[in-house]
Structures are given as C-alpha cells and as structure tokens.
C-alpha cells in the first residue's frame, strides 16, 4: 500500500502543477487510507505537505508576477490567526469521544466523515463553477474579506485542507484578480496558513520527519511534472475529470466512516 501511497503523492503535486489546486484535497485520505496514519495526525503532516508543495508553486508563480501580495495579506491576517489558534489550543483539548445530541462520535471518525462532506463539497466547486475573470479591484468590504479569511482557516485548521477551491473563486468573484494571478496568490495563502497550523501543532505529536520529508518531496517533484504539461493539458477539462474523481472519494469516505466501521 505504501507504493500506492507514493504514486498517489506525487499525484496530488501534479494536479496543483496542472489546475493550480485540488490535489491537497487528497492529501488526509492519501495518509489514512494508503500510509495507515491516524486521522488527526493526518490532518498534521498535511498541513506540512501542503504548505510546502504550495509554497513552490507559489514561488513560481513569484517568479511570473502572478502572485498578489496585498491580497494575501487582507485574506491571511484572519485566516493564519484563526488556523494557529485551531492547531495550538483546540485540537490538542478535543477529546476522542464525542457526545452530540446523544449520539457518540470517535473524534477520528469524526474528523474524517467532516472531511468527506468537504470533499463533496470541493466536487461540485470543480464541476459547476464558472468564475470569470475581471480587473484586479480592492474596494471590497474589509469585514467580508476577514469573514470568508476566518472561513479558509477553520477549514484548513480542523481538517488540514488548504481550501483551494474555496480560495480561487472568492479571490476571481471578490477581488476580480485574473484567473491566473488568482491561482498563483490562492497558493501563497494556503502555503502560509498551512505552514502556520503545522508550527502550531508542534509538540503536540511525535513527527516522523523522514516520512514527512519524503512524502512531500515527492509531492513537490509532481508540481513541476504537472508544470511541464499544464500547456498542453485542458484545465478546465481536467478540474471536470477530477471533479469527479474527488465526488467518488468523498462518498466513498463517508460510506466507509458511517456504514462500514
């Protein structure tokens, strides 16, 4: 399974090579299905993976003037507050068992059901959303931004998601950033909030760096491959393809979770 595991790492940096986002949605079902990691722990060294993998990308992104700054800082102030204050204080107080309106929940199963709705909700993003593109404007209610900024970091917080498909709609509808510069800036947010929740996990859990270190390597090897072809590959037929993809794995999750645990 751990061949599997490794194939499907490099995967998840192709698709952010080829479509700009959507592979760190598989990251936490690529550790706990293939790699056996538990599902909190999970949510951890995703965090790292993505925050890394999407810091490249960013940097390239960089390099081509597609990354904008003052944006990031008007949607990063809130959300990389709101994901290190998940990470460093409340995660680490959840208790495993779970008492909701007299049904018990297992935090881990838990976690990973909440991960299947966000998967599901991820597909229908990538399969009907149509975003168009519009010049770059900041005049945007400030409070709206910090609001939908908090959104990002629970999500990313919680279930170590970077929120990608959440991110490149909001910045292209919100902030009428071209598609592009949206895609290169949504990297350097999550990179940021994601790199900012593992800080805050630090202590919480014993890391097995060398794992980790590979894992993401490998990831990170798959965003240049996904690079070389983004040129020749329909994107948007592409998010299509694996719109559907994520719908399947994100049943697939909650099925297993509820119906066969």
């Known amino acids: 399974m751990h061949i599997t595991g490794y194939i499907a790492s490099l995967f998840i940096g192709i698709s952010l090579g080829l479509i700009g986002g959507g592979g760190s949605i598989l990251t936490v079902p690529v550790l ?29 992104s960089w390099r081509k003037n597609l990354v904008d700054f003052r944006t990031t800082l008007l949607f990063g102030i809130s959300s990389i507050l709101t994901v290190f204050v998940i990470r460093k204080l409340i995660i680490p107080n959840i208790p495993e068992d779970i008492f909701i309106a007299g049904f018990h929940f297992k935090f881990s199963v838990l976690t990973m059901i909440l991960f299947g709705v966000l998967m599901l909700a991820a597909s229908f993003s990538m399969l009907t959303n149509k975003v168009t593109e519009h010049h770059s404007n900041h005049k945007k209610n400030i409070g709206v931004l910090i609001l939908y900024g908090t959104g990002i970091g629970l999500v990313t917080g919680f279930l170590g998601a970077g929120g990608g498909f959440l991110l490149i709609p909001a910045l292209v509808l919100l902030l009428h950033l071209h598609m592009k510069k949206a895609v290169g800036t949504s990297l350097l947010i999550i990179a940021l909030n994601s790199l900012t929740g593992f800080a805050g996990d630090i202590g919480h859990h014993k890391t097995d760096w060398f794992f980790l270190l590979t894992v993401s390597a490998i990831a990170i090897a798959g965003i240049f491959i996904g690079g070389l072809f983004s040129k020749k590959i329909d994107g948007e037929k592409l998010r299509k393809v694996f719109g559907w993809f994520v719908l399947a794995m994100g049943i697939y999750i909650i099925i297993k979770e509820t119906l066969l645990n």
Do not use: D, Q
């Open 32 to 60: 706990v299905y293939l790699f056996g990691v538990s599902p909190v722990l999970a949510t951890s060294y995703s965090l790292f993976i993505v925050g890394s993998t999407s810091l490249i990308g960013a940097f390239n």
